[in-house]
């Protein structure tokens, strides 16, 4: 199991529903594969639950939790039995695990996949990132029309984007999951995993604030990669921290200095190569300085 196949059987479920319009009516979809789906009050730890009784499939989601935290509870769950993946955490979602990557195992973070997929399905996201730029506001814009977090709109725009842009997210300082358009990935520009923030990024003053909220910094693209390539290109950046979880989420645009064509040469292997293929686009990407 990796990630193209979670996408498409989630593309696949999206099909078979007969949903072709945001924001996705997730419980139509739960419907669909028989399940039935209960709001109801559980601990601040557990996000849902899902169990038969008397052969009928239930979801349990906390109704304390945010819509959106809800929405993605749901599609998580449903996820795990679209994927024939057993739950590593039990019947019980803990709370402090959706969407996050430190300790997690492969199964849970590819049933986040598939939930992403469904908020945020390709055939919609991707007309949208020719017409929006890369920013925490459109971004905003993008994650209340589709009824996602910003987290996996930003994740969907880059993929589906051809524009020089990655998003980035680290936990305690550490990156942990980076997705860079085609353009930077063709660009011989990556973004490695288990290395700790950039001292200049906008996301390591955040870090070291230590408070919650945006910022912003300009910086080189060596500051965030290793490519000799990364040299060729400036890059604006902006970042936000949320300090429960300890995690940072950076925007990056890089900004080309040089039309040299990229070298012909070896190339390192690096974390990005396992990372899905994007199709084409274009999202009309400018200068943000």
């Given at each position: 199991m990796d990630e193209n196949i979670a996408i498409g059987r989630a593309q696949k479920l999206l099909k078979d529903a007969g949903i072709k319009a945001a924001p996705v009516d997730v419980e139509t979809l739960a419907v669909f594969l028989d399940f039935k789906v209960s709001r109801v009050e559980l601990p601040d730890t557990e996000a849902g639950s899902t169990f038969?009784?008397?052969?009928?499939?239930h979801i349990l989601v906390n109704e304390n939790d945010s819509p959106l935290r809800q929405r993605f509870t749901i599609l998580h769950e449903i996820a795990h039995h679209v994927l024939e993946l057993p739950s590593k955490h039990g019947d019980k979602v803990p709370?402090?695990?959706l969407e996050r990557f430190t300790g997690r195992h492969?199964?849970?973070i590819l049933c986040d996949v598939f939930a992403a997929e469904c908020l945020a399905p390709w055939a919609l996201i991707q007309p949208m990132a020719e017409d929006k730029e890369f920013t925490l506001e459109h971004l905003g814009e993008l994650a209340e029309h589709f009824q996602a977090s910003r987290s996996c709109i930003?994740?969907?725009?880059?993929?589906?984007?051809?524009?020089?842009?990655a998003f980035?997210?680290?936990e305690d300082g550490v990156v942990k999951y980076s997705i860079v358009s085609k353009a930077l990935r063709e660009a011989r520009v990556w973004i490695t995993k288990g290395i700790p923030l950039p001292q200049n990024s906008a996301a390591a003053k955040a870090y070291k604030a230590g408070i919650s909220g945006p910022h912003e910094a300009d910086i080189e693209g060596t500051d965030w990669s290793?490519?000799?390539?990364?040299r060729r290109f400036a890059c604006y950046e902006q970042a936000t921290y949320h300090a429960p979880t300890r995690q940072t989420q950076s925007i990056l645009n890089f900004e080309e200095l040089d039309q040299r064509?990229?070298?012909n040469g070896y190339r390192a292997k690096h974390d990005d190569d396992d990372l899905l293929e994007?199709?084409?686009?274009r999202p009309g990407w400018s200068k943000y300085r």
């Amino acid at each position: 199991m990796d990630e193209n196949i979670a996408i498409g059987r989630a593309q696949k479920l999206l099909k078979d529903a007969g949903i072709k319009a945001a924001p996705v009516d997730v419980e139509t979809l739960a419907v669909f594969l028989d399940f039935k789906v209960s709001r109801v009050e559980l601990p601040d730890t557990e996000a849902g639950s899902t169990f038969i009784k008397r052969g009928q499939k239930h979801i349990l989601v906390n109704e304390n939790d945010s819509p959106l935290r809800q929405r993605f509870t749901i599609l998580h769950e449903i996820a795990h039995h679209v994927l024939e993946l057993p739950s590593k955490h039990g019947d019980k979602v803990p709370a402090d695990e959706l969407e996050r990557f430190t300790g997690r195992h492969p199964e849970e973070i590819l049933c986040d996949v598939f939930a992403a997929e469904c908020l945020a399905p390709w055939a919609l996201i991707q007309p949208m990132a020719e017409d929006k730029e890369f920013t925490l506001e459109h971004l905003g814009e993008l994650a209340e029309h589709f009824q996602a977090s910003r987290s996996c709109i930003a994740s969907r725009f880059a993929q589906a984007s051809d524009g020089h842009l990655a998003f980035v997210v680290a936990e305690d300082g550490v990156v942990k999951y980076s997705i860079v358009s085609k353009a930077l990935r063709e660009a011989r520009v990556w973004i490695t995993k288990g290395i700790p923030l950039p001292q200049n990024s906008a996301a390591a003053k955040a870090y070291k604030a230590g408070i919650s909220g945006p910022h912003e910094a300009d910086i080189e693209g060596t500051d965030w990669s290793s490519s000799d390539n990364a040299r060729r290109f400036a890059c604006y950046e902006q970042a936000t921290y949320h300090a429960p979880t300890r995690q940072t989420q950076s925007i990056l645009n890089f900004e080309e200095l040089d039309q040299r064509p990229v070298s012909n040469g070896y190339r390192a292997k690096h974390d990005d190569d396992d990372l899905l293929e994007e199709l084409d686009g274009r999202p009309g990407w400018s200068k943000y300085r």
